[in-house]
C-alpha cells in the first residue's frame, strides 16, 4: 500500500471479489432444500411434522374467515405407507372457515391460533410445486420462494393442526420475533385499524394487513419508497436519535455509538433485509468518519456499504431493491448535492449570524448582498415589531423557503435518474412523484419519530402514548391522503414498455455525463442536468418500436394458468388481446392475472396500447384481468358478445365508458376487417342456450390470404355444433373450454380440420384439464398441439400462405 497505491487497490478489490464467490457457495448451501420432498407434490395427501421457521399473521376475511402464511420446515412425512426423514421449506397457507355472528362478531370457538417461531406441528396437506407463469419475462416466483429456502406450497385448515411439545430453532430468532410481534401488537393497541395498517407497513416493515389497492395507490404516486421501511426511515430515525442524544448532553463518541447500535437493533427487528442494512452501514462509515475529522463524503459511504453488502451477498447487485435504493442515494450525492452546493447552499449558511457584518467577510459577494437585503427589510419592520423578532423571523421564513427549494431540486434529480428503473421494473412514467414527495416526505419525517416514541411510550402507559401517537395518526392521514389525491389521478397511472437495451446504456450514460459536467462550469452543468432530463422524456414519452414480423397474422397463446388470453397481431401491425385470464374469488388471491401476467408480456413485447379488447364471455377466468388491461393500455374498442346484461359484465362495462372506450356487441353473422385480415363472427346467436355462459362465448374466424384461426373461447358442445355447419375451416384451433371432454367434439374437428391447436390451460389444474379424451381426437386428426401448461406462451404466424409454429412438442 506505501509503495504501489494501484496494485494494492487492485489486489483488494480482487480479495472482495473471492469472498462474494465463497459466500454464493455458502448460501447457496445453507438455502439449500432436499429435493426429495417435490416427489409428494403429486395431489395425494399426507401427514406432515415440522417447526415453524418463519411466522405469518391472522388475517380477517369476509365472512368470519381467516388465513396465516407462514413457512414450516419440515422434519417428518408420513405418505401413509412409510414415514420419511426430510429436512425442507413448505410455504403453509392455514385458513379457517367461519361464520360471524349477527352483530359481525366471531365466535370464540372460531378464532385462528397464531402459530409461533419454533413451535412444531402436524398436520394433512397435499403439496403443490410453485409455478412461474412461462411467459417471456414472467416474474420468477420459484427463485423468489427458494431465497426463502421454501420448495413446495401447502394450505389445510388451522382447526386440524396438532402442536407437539417441544421447540426447534434458535433462540435468539425467538426473542427477535417476539419484540417484533409485541411492537405489532402494541401499534393495533394505539392506532385505529386502518392507520396501524400503514404504521406496520412504514415504521416495522410489516405488510400482511396492507391491500393491493394501497400498494398501487404509493406506486402510481412514485412513493412507494416511502410504503416500505427503506434507508430514509433509517436515516431520519438516526438523525431524530443523534440529534436528541447530543441534546442530552451526550459527547460525540457515545451519541454515534448508541445511535449505530439502537438503528442496528431496529433494523434487526424489521428483518427488511438489504434495504435498511445498507442505510446502517452507510450511517456508521459516515458517523465513523466524522468522529475522526475525515471529510464526510456520501458517496465513500455509499461504495462502503455496498462492498460490504455485496461481498455477503453478492447476488443483491440483481435485485430491484439494492439497485433502486443505490441509485436513490447516488443521485442525491452525486448529482444533486452538488447542484445544491452550487445554488442554495450558499444562501442558507449566508442566514447564519445575521446580525453579525464580520460573517459577511467569509462569503461570496452575492450572499453578502442577500444578507444586506434582509437586514435592511429587517430594519424596515423593526419599527413594527421591535428588534428582536424581524432578524430571527426573516431568516426563519428564508430558511422554509430555501428548504423547500432543495426538496424541489433533490425531487427533480431523483425524478429524471429513476425514469429507467421505474419503466423497467414497474412500467410506470411517474408524473406526480414530485409534487406527491414534497408534500409525504415531510410528513415522513414527522411520523418515524413520533410513532417510534409512541411505540416506547406504550410499554410504560398507553396515556402517554396518546400525544405522540395523535401526532403520527395525523401525518400518516396526511401521507394516506396526499398518496390517494395523487395516485388517483389519470396522469399518475402513465404505463410505459420495458426499455431496450440502447435506451437502458443511453439512461446510464447520461447519468454519468450528468454526474461529471454538474461539478463543471455553470453551462457544462446545465447541458449535464438536460442530457438526464432529455433521457428520462425519451423514457417516459417516446415508446419503442413493438416486436411484431410484418406481413404475418400472430396469434400468440399467454399462459395465464387455468384460463384464457390471446395476443393477436395483424399483418398491418393492429393488436388486439381476446381475454385477459383472471383468478376465481375462492382463490383467496390477490394476484391480478391483468397487471402481473398478461401486462409484463405485452410491455416487454414493446406495446403501449391496445387497438381492440375481447371478451369471449363473463367468466372470472377470462375477465378478471380485464380492468387492468384496459386501464394500462386504454384500447380504442371493447368488443362482447351478447351476455351484455350479465351483472358481473357491468363493472367492467362501467369503466370501459368511463374510460371513452367504444363498446361494441357482436353476434354470429357479423364480420369485421382487423388491419388486413378479416373477423367473421360465428357465435353466439340468438338461440344460444339461455344459462350457458359457456356457450354465449364469442367464436371468431380470423383470416388472412389462404391462411385462418378459429377461436373458440369456452364454447361447448351446444355451440361447436352450430358452428360445425358454417364452414369453419381453418389451419389454427383455440381449443375450447381449456380442453374439457364437453368441448372439441368430433363433428367440429371434422368440420375444421386443423393443422395446428392450442389449449390455454393451468398447470395441475383441479379440473384434469385437457382431458385425455381431447388430446386423443386430436392426435388421432393429426393435429400439431400446443398446450400453455407445458410450453408457456405458444405462437403463430399466418403469413397468407402457410401458418409457422414453435413449441416444444411440435412434430
Not at 442505510?279 to 461504495?303: C, D, F, H, P, Q
Amino acid at each position: 500500500m506505501r509503495k504501489r497505491p494501484v496494485p494494492a487497490f487492485l489486489v483488494t478489490l480482487s480479495g472482495i471479489f473471492v469472498l462474494g464467490a465463497l459466500t454464493i457457495q455458502v448460501r447457496h448451501l445453507s438455502n439449500s432444500t432436499d429435493p426429495a420432498i417435490l416427489q409428494f407434490a403429486n395431489g395425494r395427501e399426507i401427514r406432515i411434522t415440522g417447526h415453524v421457521t418463519a411466522e405469518g399473521s391472522v388475517q380477517e376475511e369476509a365472512g368470519g374467515d381467516a388465513r396465516q402464511r407462514l413457512n414450516v420446515e419440515t422434519e417428518q412425512i408420513d405418505s401413509g405407507a412409510q414415514i420419511f426423514a426430510i429436512h425442507s421449506g413448505v410455504r403453509v397457507s392455514f385458513y379457517r372457515k367461519g361464520a360471524r355472528t349477527q352483530s359481525g362478531e366471531v365466535p370464540s370457538s372460531g378464532l385462528m391460533r397464531l402459530f409461533r417461531y419454533g413451535e412444531r406441528l402436524r398436520f394433512s396437506t397435499k403439496l403443490n410445486p410453485p409455478r412461474n407463469y412461462r411467459n417471456p419475462g414472467a416474474f420468477d416466483y420459484q427463485g423468489y420462494l427458494a431465497e426463502d429456502g421454501v420448495a413446495v406450497l401447502a394450505s389445510t385448515d388451522s382447526a386440524q393442526v396438532e402442536v407437539l411439545p417441544g421447540f426447534a430453532g434458535s433462540r435468539a430468532e425467538l426473542w427477535r420475533t417476539r419484540i417484533r410481534r409485541s411492537i405489532l401488537e402494541k401499534t393495533r393497541a394505539i392506532w385505529p385499524e386502518r392507520q396501524a395498517a400503514l404504521m406496520d407497513a412504514m415504521v416495522i416493515g410489516e405488510e400482511a394487513f396492507l391491500n393491493r389497492h394501497t400498494r398501487m395507490d404509493f406506486q402510481r404516486s412514485g412513493t412507494y419508497h416511502v410504503l416500505v421501511v427503506s434507508g430514509m426511515n433509517v436515516t431520519i430515525l438516526a438523525l431524530f436519535l443523534f440529534y436528541a442524544l447530543r441534546r442530552l448532553r451526550l459527547n460525540d463518541l457515545l451519541a454515534a455509538a448508541v445511535t449505530v447500535a439502537l438503528v442496528a437493533c431496529y433494523a434487526l427487528i424489521t428483518d427488511v433485509g438489504p434495504p435498511v442494512w445498507r442505510a446502517t452501514l452507510m450511517l456508521a462509515v459516515y458517523l465513523g468518519a466524522r468522529l475522526l475529522y475525515r471529510e464526510k463524503s456520501m458517496l465513500n459511504a455509499i461504495g462502503a456499504a455496498a462492498l460490504c453488502l455485496m461481498a455477503m451477498n453478492p447476488l443483491v447487485l440483481l435485485g430491484a431493491s439494492f439497485q433502486l435504493t443505490f441509485l436513490c442515494v447516488w443521485l442525491v450525492a452525486a448529482v444533486g448535492v452538488p447542484v445544491l452546493e452550487r445554488t442554495i447552499e450558499p444562501f442558507s449558511r449566508g442566514l447564519l449570524y445575521l446580525n453579525v457584518p464580520g460573517y459577511d467577510l467569509s462569503l461570496p459577494p452575492n450572499v453578502v448582498q442577500f444578507r444586506l437585503d434582509l437586514r435592511m427589510l429587517a430594519g424596515r419592520l423593526e419599527r413594527f415589531f421591535g428588534e428582536a423578532i424581524p432578524a430571527p423571523a426573516l431568516a426563519a421564513v428564508a430558511r422554509i423557503l430555501l428548504g423547500g427549494c432543495e426538496l424541489i431540486v433533490i425531487s427533480a434529480v431523483m425524478q429524471m435518474g429513476l425514469a429507467l428503473p421505474m419503466a423497467y421494473y414497474f412500467h410506470r412514467a411517474t408524473f406526480v412523484a414530485m409534487p406527491a414527495n414534497w408534500l409525504v416526505v415531510p410528513l415522513t419525517e414527522l411520523l418515524m419519530p413520533t410513532a417510534a416514541l409512541a411505540v416506547g411510550l406504550s410499554y410504560i402507559s398507553v396515556w402517554l402514548a396518546r400525544i405522540p401517537a395523535w401526532v403520527a395518526g395525523l401525518a400518516v392521514e396526511g401521507i394516506a391522503g396526499t398518496v390517494r389525491w395523487l395516485g388517483g389521478l389519470q396522469l399518475a397511472d402513465v404505463r410505459v414498455p420495458t426499455p431496450r437495451v440502447p435506451l437502458i446504456l443511453a439512461a446510464a450514460a447520461s447519468l454519468a455525463v450528468a454526474m461529471i459536467l454538474v461539478r463543471r462550469r455553470p453551462l457544462a452543468a446545465a447541458a449535464g442536468l438536460a442530457t438526464l432530463f432529455l433521457s428520462a422524456l425519451w423514457i417516459c414519452v417516446i415508446p419503442p418500436r413493438p416486436r411484431v414480423r410484418p406481413g404475418a397474422l400472430e396469434v400468440t397463446a399467454i399462459d395465464v394458468g387455468q384460463g384464457d388470453s390471446l395476443l393477436l397481431v395483424s399483418p398491418q401491425g393492429r393488436t388486439m388481446l381476446v381475454d385477459a385470464g383472471g383468478l376465481p374469488y375462492w382463490t383467496h388471491s390477490e394476484l391480478d392475472i391483468g397487471e402481473d401476467v398478461v401486462s409484463p408480456y405485452l410491455w416487454l413485447r414493446g406495446f403501449q396500447r391496445l387497438d381492440v379488447l375481447t371478451l369471449t364471455h363473463a367468466h372470472a377466468d377470462h375477465m378478471g384481468g380485464m380492468p387492468a388491461v384496459l386501464a394500462s393500455f386504454h384500447p380504442r374498442e371493447l368488443w362482447i358478445g351478447n351476455d351484455s346484461s350479465e351483472p358481473d359484465l357491468q363493472p367492467l362495462l362501467r369503466l370501459a365508458q368511463k374510460m371513452g372506450v367504444n363498446v361494441i356487441q357482436l353476434k354470429a353473422g357479423d364480420s369485421a376487417e382487423f388491419g388486413g385480415a378479416m373477423v367473421r363472427i360465428l357465435a353466439p346467436d340468438s338461440s344460444s342456450p339461455a344459462g350457458r355462459r359457456n356457450d354465449e362465448s364469442l367464436v371468431m374466424k380470423l383470416t388472412y390470404g389462404n391462411t385462418s384461426a378459429l377461436l373458440e373461447g369456452d364454447a361447448e358442445k351446444a355451440s361447436e355444433l352450430e358452428i360445425a355447419k358454417q364452414q369453419p375451416q381453418a389451419d389454427l384451433l383455440k381449443v375450447g373450454h381449456h380442453g374439457s371432454n364437453t368441448s372439441t367434439v368430433p363433428q367440429l374437428l371434422a368440420a375444421v380440420h386443423p393443422r395446428f391447436a392450442v389449449i390455454s390451460v393451468g398447470e395441475r389444474n383441479r379440473y384434469g384439464h385437457p382431458r385425455e379424451e381431447v388430446l386423443s381426437r386430436l392426435e388421432a386428426a393429426h393435429v400439431a398441439t400446443g398446450r400453455t401448461d407445458l410450453d408457456g406462451a405458444v405462437t403463430f404466424y399466418l403469413d397468407g400462405k402457410a401458418v409457422r409454429a414453435s413449441f416444444p412438442n411440435l412434430p
